[in-house]
């Protein structure tokens, strides 16, 4: 009883009461969860930088845009079912919240046997993609063997991460977090130190921690007295559910995961001057995620609140949010970026051995280089956010797959092959390509965004 009313007291309606106080609730939990999520790979990459040698690390770190690419598809699609759910909850509509989540469910379950099939199957496609070094090239076979053979508890956990978020619930998907990140951690330890198992350790502990997330999540949607418990007498797939479902969500879906996989063709570019730039690429890489968390906290909030309040019908309230969020995104990011652009060299040895000053001395380079621009990134990721809140997912999706994979990969073919190929002109690739997304998605907030009737 004590965590059904855990649950049922972190049941947010965000049509009502301070906004600011609603998204700062909303996103600390999501940001903690967030960087739990993210200390997955991370803390392989530490452990094999660390313990291992710097092939390891630079194979555990360049599968990351990967399985990147799997979480960005099943994040994506989550989003639209999240953003279903929690318009019919602002609406107050408890028998359409209840067939959102099992139609949510089952799609779930459907998809786990196809990502786990069509994972394994193209692990020699991705390492082709990757064209590392063939030492580096094993060890990441290695790890996304392992990875794709476990994926469904990954992908479980977001499924009820989602459902839960979509009724104001951020807290539970933290603790979850919480709790499989210090198994991933104890794990990685003793696969690696204790059984000098290597590239394969942290693979299994990750795989191993991602399950106890989806046990723990799976739990409280079976045994929760809110209008999301789940019964399994009652799994099926409501048609026209999951048509909403799949419009707001399969856009997301395919921009985050062919963003994610874009990234693959950047380390094709940076693999091409040699191993100390490779370990540099991946340690910004590890941080740059990390200066996203805040704002993507901050965006899922909004595309939450955007949700519940235009499902309730108010559409004041609903760009105000969006506002909010905007300069919350700007004034946690910037508090982020400036003490790590100072302190860069302390902050990449955190992630290899301080023997490799070639690995530290371009790590730290990439990382002050491209510092200042996430706060164009803070642009793009809330309005994108919003546009999915109010089901607009396309025009964030368009938006977004131009900027951060054609205009990308159009602009590292000009200017390595005519102007100059320099790991500084791949590395400036990524905010060029912000900065652009921020400008079109701006653009279509302003004229698609829903606005008041003159009227009112």
Known sequence: MAAISLIRKNETDMTQGNIFTHIVAFAIPLLMGNLFQQLYNTVDTWVVGNYVGKVAFSA?????????????????????????ISRYFGAHDRENVSKAVHTYVTATLILCVVFTILGTLIVPLMIDILDSHAEVAAEQAIYLRIYFAGVSGLMIYNMGSAILRAIGNSTFPFLFLLVSTVVNIVLDLIFVIKFNMGTQGVATATVLAQLVSAVLVVIVLLRTETVVRVNLRNLRINGEILKSEIRIGFPSAIQMSITAFSNVFVYSYINFFGTDITGGWTAYNKIDQLFFLPMQSI?????????????????????????TALMMAFASTLCLVIPVMIFAPHIVSLFIDDSEAGVINYGTMFLRMNGLFFLAACVNQVLGAAMRGCGKSEMAMIAMLFSFVLFRQVYLFVVTRYIANTPQTVGISFPVGWTVCSIIIGIFYLVAFPKERSNK
Do not use: H
């Open 60 to 84: 555990v770190g360049q599968v990351s845009p990967v399985t990147n690419t799997v979480i960005g598809f099943f994040s994506g699609f989550s989003s639209g079912a999240s953003v279903v």
């Open 299 to 323: 965006s899922m909030a909004t595309t939450t609140f955007v949700g519940q309040n235009l499902g309730a019908g108010d559409i004041k309230r609903a760009r105000r949010g969006v506002g």
